[in-house]
């Protein structure tokens, strides 16, 4: 656990290091939840705004969390360092905890910035109980996405490399998970693919827990997958992510 | 005692052989100069030496471990620094040396940094972040990284590559405390003024060892052009490398008096292996 922390105080301080990043990666989802709030004022009367806001919000930090997260790891192939840990003693459990670590504070931070925008400009008016439902869940995710960041990292060599996968996960997360249109109302196949995304069970718990009336029992099948997804992605990242050439 | 032992290592890349059948000792205490142009493999060989690359063939101990199976054990005893500095820009070169002390059990780590910032001049600077430092103090940084745990053996690739002059004269002074101190260090070089520091060396050719020997021993394969200015006219002759071969050809002279001058010019090391290179491409 001594290396899996040095590790995450590392991150962190490399985060808080670069003020000009943790700003844009906490502002970015705050100026799209705006952006959404001046499209969706032009909807006509009647327009269900809770449907989408919460789980766009949801999306945004899944996105920044997976990509930021992602990057740094193969930033620290190409720079040598990755290499130079391993040639150090540290392990690779180590380094993929120390990472989680390292960015379960910032994701934190996004998906309570995100969240709490969102429920304040489109005036959404949720009890205790649900706000920390909403809360745990984009939380969830958020973790998810930074296991799912380290996992697509073993991947590529160079940070050009990960951007190919951008479109591979955000593009069936926004149309087959649920955001835009019911699942149900897709083909078989296109519904078994939404499923495999982790959006897909944070938008499930999301639109359950936004109707009035909702009890733990409705949600805590799709909130053991969302958990269930990230511990999966940690196994995989922790066999592929290689200690030797 | 050897503190590495290679026998006919091998590492292929698909079709390419980054090293054929290595062979290699390096006694305790000694630094030895892995020496070598550009796409010879040296840093193939120091890669799989580290256990960092898995071989194709061969056997290979570093410490009396195998890199690969006692992972663990060896990595606590060598320090290693890598070709390109390999460093957190963003961070401080206390930082920066704190971190990697920190995978090792190194005792008094906090003091241990400041000793070793101390040892390679960066004291002054030890809090600024490593974006502002020119490319010789990124290195000085780099050989802290690999030092601050007081390694055993201390593998160096390229440690000097586009270091001037000066730096290269304090790093190598460095290096020799380290011996004295009874590390063994293992460096890749491609510059022969530098090989010729070491206590051995041996020439790696494509991925094979062509050559090993002390400096001196490669320099007397070479030759030595020897010109005697006698009676205002110049004898020129070709002689051996080795100071006994100049005796030699000078005995029948005896000096006498009417030997005005002696001229003697030696095959650099450089020239010498570059003749060793091309004796073996044929």
Known sequence: MRHTFAIARRVVKQLLRNPRFLALSVAAPLVIVYLLKLFFDTMPEGFDVARYAVPVAAFLVHFLAFIL??????????????????????????????????????????????????????????????????FVVVWLLAVASVMLGIFVSTFARREAQVFPFIPLITIPSVFLSGLLVDTDELPRWAEWLGQALPLFWANDVIQEVIEANWIFEDVWASFAVLAGYGVALLLLASLTLRETE | MNAIEVERLTKRYGKIEA?????????????????????????TLIKALVGSLRPTEGRVSVLGLNPLRDRARLRQ??????????????????????FFGAAHHTPELRKRVSEILEFTDLADRANDPVHTFSGGMRRRVSLACALVHRPDMLFLDEPTAAVDPQLRSRFWTAF?????????????????????LCDRISILRRGRVI???????????????????????????????????????????????????VGVEADSLESVVLSIIGKEEG
């Open chain 2, 176 to 196: 020799r405390e380290l011996a004295r101190d009874g590390a063994t260090l293992f460096i890749s070089t491609h510059l022969m003024d530098e090989a010729m």
């Open chain 1, 69 to 134: 997260c992602a990057i740094a790891l193969v930033q620290e192939r190409t720079a040598g360092t990755m290499e130079r840990m391993f040639i150090n003693g540290f392990r690779r459990v180590e380094v993929i905890g120390g990472y989680v670590l390292g960015f379960l504070g910032l994701a934190t931070f996004q998906a309570v910035a995100a969240l709490a925008e969102a429920i304040w400009l489109f005036e959404l008016d949720y009890d205790g109980e649900t706000l920390i439902t909403l």
């Open chain 2, 211 to 261: 050559a090993s020997d002390s400096p001196r021993g490669i320099l007397e394969r070479g030759g030595t052009r020897l010109t005697i200015g006698r009676d205002g006219a110049e004898e020129r002759s070709v002689i051996g490398g080795h100071p006994e071969d100049l005796a030699e050809a000078l005995r029948p002279y005896g000096l006498s008096r009417d030997v005005r001058s």
């Open chain 2, 19 to 43: 090293l054929g059948g290595v062979d290699l000792r390096v006694p305790e205490g000694a630094v030895f100069g892995l020496v070598g142009p550009n796409g010879a493999g040296k840093t």
């Open chain 2, 77 to 98: 005893r060598i320090g290693y620094m890598p070709q390109s500095p390999a460093l957190y820009d963003d961070l401080s070169a206390r930082d920066n040396v704190a």
